[in-house]
């Protein structure tokens, strides 16, 4: 088995170098094929390494000697588990589904660009596959930066719009400071212990002491912050909408955001020493899932609302992350992967059928134009919003028991959080598919089912959807949680808790009555009289994200601004341009007045002749008294 | 006498030599003061000259020590006065381009 | 105080007086004629080094044949008035002050040095400076330059007249 284990991103890596250098030569259709082609090779190897896991346990393969400095030893090594086999999974079969989406979706590109978008996307899988294979956080961090090279590349791929190339700038910035974190952690990792690998940083994490452990997953938190979109570094991923649909779908939804979360279950040793952070990261993950839902209940455009969503789900993951149920936040990554390409590509589809129209107040009534589209974004909705028995119920309802254990005020707000979120998407189904068409006629004349290749893999997500939270059922329902046992290897500080059974049929009870009553409060209030109208109060504050973009403009965007100007007009003109300026004008009249010695008069030369005699006798000659000053002077 | 004696002497005319030429504008002035420094040196050397030959000659009576001084006196002025006519030649062709004898004229060593 | 003394004080300060005159003289005829009042007290001195040969050649090579050379050219361009401009001030007085300065630190030296202490220029005595002894010498060891000298006269009438032909 191991001897495979190279092929997983090397058929990626194959692929960005074909696409990529031959996207003038290729036809479309090739291109197509070969993007998509490379991924699947890629989903069927970490197919048989997830058997092979589940059969022989993990492994780990070392290729190479990547970083030989001193005592300090990386090696580029590859390491096969539960935890990675399974992100594998997930990276290359939603991956994979994306692909064959994007082939249709992406078809109005002209060839080359069309090219350019598959290379970008095959090294994104390559990427995300280095940042889950890796055995070692530095291999780690190649992938994590790797992954958002590329989504600044795709979030800016029509990069003839300035707001694109903006947007990208900022998921950029965004991600910077978080890898900034991640990087002053991974170093202090190193000073510590003298190794990055994860088999001896858990082995030998108890030798820490409890600040430095504090200190260094806070870092790691920091950078899973920037990557995973949590408060207060979230503000990108909602600008990241501007790149082409399946790659929200692919990056901004089901993987490259879920990387952070992988990190920390990844650590999950060193996060559980530390109370301090756990409880840092599930305020801040609880803090992100209300505050981005209720930005959510008043977006207009299709996909910012999924992407709110997105960082409101995130933000239960790390919910799930700080009290210590590290299968739940992966559970949830994976049906969250399912249910959000899923809506994600539904939008697309929705969108291509409008001809790139994305305010939800322009369509209505779509039901009866798209059915397949319907239909399966009806199922992501009904998933996302915890409805028994499709799979964002049981990875929810595991979250939410493992805060109640924790702390019942943390459940509480989660389930408000979920209410909210069943309220949002349901306001965005009822507003898109139901009541009546509100768009031009033109565009109604040319409303359509989106081609096979569309709608293929949007029911194949659906399905999985709706079966994908079988793999985890609770013992209390009557499962075994396979996925939990599977994980058990690689999570081994996973935080048991122990529930009345009764209590924990009340929680679920009220977490799917709640969001069945939002479902209903909202299919009632949106289906039949939209609200077009701008918002108008609180609602605007919502509308407006809570001005948190304005404030970081203020906070720091103007402060930065203000500091440079300050540094341009007062430092610069006067300090730097006066030392600078000043030599110029010294040399400059030094040499206007030392010119005057250059009188071209016989006897002014003579003159000079005769000084330099005279000191040449008084320094060397006369005793060399004034000479022995000088030396005792140097 | 004393050798320091005609050494200063021979320092003090040195000087005025070099002051001339510092202080003069008239460049035939300025030659003379040249003169009179290669007279000056000149004077030097023959009373050296002689300070050899008076320290030699209570060892040996036949001494010829101190006459290459002389000799190189005498050829001194050889050359002098070959530049000298020269340096005459020069300054009437100077005179001739310029209608002025003053060295002020002459800087093009400035450029 | 002997005759010699006398007639070495007499020579040195009809020397250094001539010198200063020279250059402070205002008509370029004067400076000349006070130039070879200099040359002669320069022979003198030689005469009383008993360097005969030297003090004759000395009158008639610079007294006699240069500085009529000089007269010559001074009259040639009638620059016997008072015509010369003025220097500024400063330099005259910059040339002045490093002059003195250099005067002033070569005696110093002299006065420190130790190896010429007590050490005598013969007067009125020896006789390396007759025509004779020098002529020996000249025209065996020195027979060489003596003859080079004659090219170099040559070459010097050459260059004087190439110089000063009118164009």
């Known amino acids: 088995m191991n001897k495979i284990v190279y092929l997983v991103p090397l058929f990626p890596l194959i692929g960005f170098l074909i696409n990529g250098l031959g996207r003038k030569s290729l036809s479309k259709s090739l291109i197509g094929i070969i993007g998509s082609a490379t991924v699947l090779a890629s989903f069927i190897v970490s197919l048989v390494l997830f058997f092979d896991v589940k059969a022989h346990g993990a492994s780990i393969v070392d290729y190479f000697n990547f970083i030989n400095v001193d005592s300090l030893k990386v090696s580029f090594a590859f390491q096969i588990d539960a935890l990675s086999s399974l992100f594998l999974l997930i990276i290359t079969g939603v991956g994979f589904l994306i692909h064959v989406y994007s082939t249709a979706y992406m078809i109005d590109e002209e060839p080359q660009h069309y090219g350019r978008y598959f290379a970008y996307l095959n090294l994104f899988i390559f990427s995300m596959l280095l940042l889950v294979m890796g055995a070692n956080y530095v291999i780690m961090f190649i992938g994590w930066e790797g992954v958002g090279l590329c989504s600044y590349l795709l979030i800016g791929f029509w990069f003839k719009n300035d707001n694109f190339n903006y947007a990208a700038k900022k998921a950029f910035v965004m991600n910077r400071i978080g890898d900034l974190g991640f990087l002053l952690a991974l170093f202090w990792l190193i000073q510590k212990l003298g190794t990055a690998n994860y088999a001896d940083v858990f082995a030998h994490a108890s030798s820490l002491s409890s600040f430095d452990v504090t200190a260094i997953t806070i870092l790691l938190f920091v950078g899973a912050m920037g990557k995973s979109a949590q408060i207060p570094l979230y503000t990108w991923l909602p600008d990241a909408m501007a790149g082409p649909t399946p790659v929200s779908a692919l990056i901004h939804a089901a993987t490259m955001v879920t990387a952070g979360i992988y990190m920390i279950a990844r650590s999950n040793v060193l996060y559980s020493m530390s109370e301090v952070t756990m409880n840092l990261v599930a305020i801040i993950g609880l803090a992100t899932a209300l505050f981005s839902a209720t930005i959510a209940l008043k977006q207009n455009d299709i996909k910012k609302v999924l992407a709110y969503s997105t960082v409101s789900q995130l933000g239960y993951m790390f919910l799930g992350l700080g009290v210590g149920a590290y299968t739940g936040a992966v559970f949830h990554v994976m049906t969250h992967a399912f249910f959000k390409a899923l809506l994600f590509l539904a939008a697309g589809s929705v969108i291509h059928a409008m001809h790139h129209e994305q305010d939800i107040r322009k369509m209505g009534g779509l039901k009866k134009h798209l059915p397949i589209t319907h239909i399966t974004f009806l199922l992501g909705c009904i998933a996302i919003s915890g409805i028994p028995p499709f799979s964002g119920f049981f990875s929810k309802d595991e979250i939410l028991a493992a805060a109640f254990a924790k702390n019942p005020i943390y459940w509480g707000l989660g389930v408000a959080g979920a209410a909210m979120t069943a309220f949002y998407m349901f306001r965005l189904y009822a507003t898109t598919f139901l009541g009546t068409f509100r768009g031009t006629h033109d565009q109604e004349h040319h409303l359509h089912e989106s081609p096979a290749a569309m709608t293929i893999p949007l029911i194949i997500l659906a399905l999985l959807s709706v079966i994908g939270g079988f793999v985890g059922v609770p013992e209390i329902l009557g499962g075994h949680h396979e996925l939990r046992s599977f994980l058990s290897p690689v999570i081994t500080t996973e935080v048991e808790h122990h529930i009345e059974h009764s209590t924990e049929y009340l929680l679920m009870g009220i977490s799917v009555a709640v969001a069945a009553i939002a479902i209903i409060f909202a299919i009632n209030k949106f289906s039949k009289k939209p609200e077009l109208a701008e918002a108008t109060g609180f609602g605007k504050v919502l509308s407006n994200k809570w001005y948190v973009d304005e404030l970081y403009d203020t906070v720091f965007v103007r402060t930065t601004l203000a500091k440079g100007k300050f540094l341009k007009n007062i430092i610069e003109k006067n300090i730097i341009d006066g030392a600078v300026n000043g030599v110029g004008k010294l040399v400059n009249y030094s040499s206007r007045q030392l010119r005057l010695i250059q009188s071209g008069l016989v006897s002014g030369y003579i003159l000079f002749m005769v000084l330099a005699i005279i000191v040449v006798v008084l320094i060397w000659v006369n005793d060399g008294y004034i000479y022995k000053f000088f030396s005792t002077l140097f | 006498m004393p050798i320091q004696y005609y050494i200063i002497l021979s320092l003090a005319l040195f000087c005025i030599g070099i002051v001339g030429v510092l202080v003069r504008r008239n460049v035939i002035i300025v030659f003379m003061c040249v003169e009179l420094m290669l007279n000056a040196v000149n004077l030097l050397l023959v009373a050296f000259s002689k300070m050899h030959h008076g320290i030699a000659v209570v060892n040996d009576k036949a001494t010829t020590v101190g006459t290459d001084a002389q000799l190189f006196v005498f050829f001194i002025m050889v050359v002098a006065a070959a530049e000298v006519s020269v340096g005459l030649a020069i300054i009437v062709m100077m005179y001739r381009n310029t209608h002025s004898v003053d060295v002020n004229f002459l800087n093009r060593l400035k450029n | ?167």
């Open chain 3, 1 to 167: 105080m002997s005759a010699t003394q006398i007639i070495f004080w007499f020579l040195s300060a009809l020397a250094l007086v001539s010198a200063l005159m020279v250059l402070l003289s205002k008509n370029p005829v004067h400076s000349v004629l006070w130039l070879i009042s200099v040359f002669f007290a320069i022979s003198g001195h030689y005469i009383l080094l008993n360097a005969q040969f030297l003090a004759i050649v000395n009158l008639i090579v610079y007294a006699g044949a240069i500085m009529v050379l000089f007269l010559f050219v001074i009259m040639l361009m009638n620059l016997n008035k008072d015509m010369e401009p003025q220097k500024n001030m400063w330099m005259k007085l910059a040339g002045a002050i490093s002059g003195g300065c250099l005067l002033m630190i070569l005696v110093s030296l002299v006065r420190q040095a130790t190896e010429i202490g007590g050490k005598v220029a013969e007067m009125k005595t020896g006789n390396i400076g007759l025509i004779g002894n020098l002529g020996k010498v000249l025209f065996n060891e020195y027979v060489v330059p003596f003859e080079i000298s004659s090219v170099l006269f040559l070459s010097a009438m050459v260059g004087a007249i190439v110089i000063g032909k009118k164009d």
